[in-house]
């Protein structure tokens, strides 16, 4: 009798677990290829009319419209491909400096923010990422170099040279308090073939479309729909690395006994996801 309970139990969990997981990357998977179209949106109206047919407000109200179509994400922003020989000329013309990103001590970054006048200005490099566009959730990173954070320029060379969508191991998302993701697509210039080399993408690249994901608010607005919290325990999980997992959502793992795991996977063969899950009670 215990057995059949023990063995109900292990399929209830899985169950559970396997349809939550199906969810998350369903909605990870729809809004991927939203921000995909918003690459070609800003390709063919930014870069495809002179002068442009987008600006500031244009985006701004475009994309805050569409955010249903991008469920899990906290904003979307454009920023430009400028090199070094062209910087003088772009900040006349946009009227700031390129900032550079600080990832320091978070009540500095904090008063930063609130001011983007009071982040430094980018040193010289060979070239720069400055968001020219945003969605107004995010509009703290307008100005700002992302090619001057570790996680923001790893991902905008993989996409430039890859033409796929790629994302970032997950760190703390700036004037957030949790871990989140940034999903990048590079904007070129010509449409290249689909066996384009890395050397013909990063020579035709002009820009970086990307968005960002809180994780933790997400997900757990995702699983509030769901209605089982006082039943299980959910965790999400970057296990890229399999000597230093990451815990992305959920508390720190407590043993209650059966867990189970489910596969997620959000479209980025090189970074890999799980969930697991447990009861929160032993029976
Ligand atoms: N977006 C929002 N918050 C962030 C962030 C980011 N990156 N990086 C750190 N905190 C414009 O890939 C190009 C968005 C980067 C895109």
């Known amino acids: 009798l215990n057995d059949g309970i023990q063995l109900r139990r292990r399929e209830t969990i899985a169950n559970m677990c396997d349809e939550r997981a199906r969810m998350l990357q369903d909605q990870f998977n729809v809004s991927m290829?939203?921000?995909?179209?918003?690459?070609?949106?800003?390709?063919?109206?930014?870069?495809?009319?002179?002068?442009?047919?987008?600006?500031?407000?244009?985006?701004?109200?475009?994309?805050?419209?569409?955010?249903?179509?991008?469920?899990?994400?906290?904003?979307?922003?454009?920023?430009?491909?400028?090199?070094h020989s062209e910087r003088e000329k772009f900040e006349k013309e946009h009227g700031w400096t390129i900032k550079m990103?600080?990832?320091?001590?978070?009540?500095?970054?904090?008063?930063?923010?609130?001011?983007?006048?009071?982040?430094?200005?980018?040193?010289?490099?060979?070239?720069?990422?400055?968001v020219i566009l945003s969605q107004e959730t995010v509009s703290h990173i307008v100005s700002i170099d992302m090619m001057s954070g570790k996680e923001d320029r790893e991902n905008i060379l993989r996409a430039r040279a890859s033409g796929k969508g790629v994302l970032t191991s997950p760190f703390k998302l700036l004037k957030s308090n949790h871990l989140g993701v940034v999903l990048t697509f590079a904007v070129y210039n010509t449409h290249l073939r689909q066996d384009a080399t890395p050397e013909e993408r990063i020579k035709a690249t002009v820009g970086y479309l990307g968005a960002s994901y809180d994780v933790p608010s997400l997900v757990e607005k995702l699983l509030h729909q769901l209605a089982s919290k006082q039943t299980i325990v959910v965790n999400v999980y970057d296990t890229t690395n399999v000597s230093a997992v990451i815990n992305m959502y959920g508390p720190e793992e407590i043993d209650t006994g059966f867990l189970h795991v489910s596969s997620l996977d959000f479209g980025d063969p090189s970074r890999k996801h799980e969930m697991r899950c447990r009861f929160k009670h032993r029976p």
């Open 101 to 130: 990103m600080d990832t320091g001590d978070q009540d500095q970054t904090l008063a930063q923010y609130c001011d983007p006048e009071n982040l430094d200005p980018s040193p010289i490099q060979d070239e720069y990422a400055p």
């Open 33 to 83: 290829n939203h921000v995909h179209a918003l690459a070609i949106l800003v390709s063919t109206f930014y870069h495809g009319k002179h002068p442009p047919a987008i600006d500031q407000k244009t985006f701004g109200e475009y994309t805050e419209r569409t955010s249903f179509e991008r469920p899990l994400t906290s904003g979307v922003a454009y920023a430009l491909r400028v090199c």
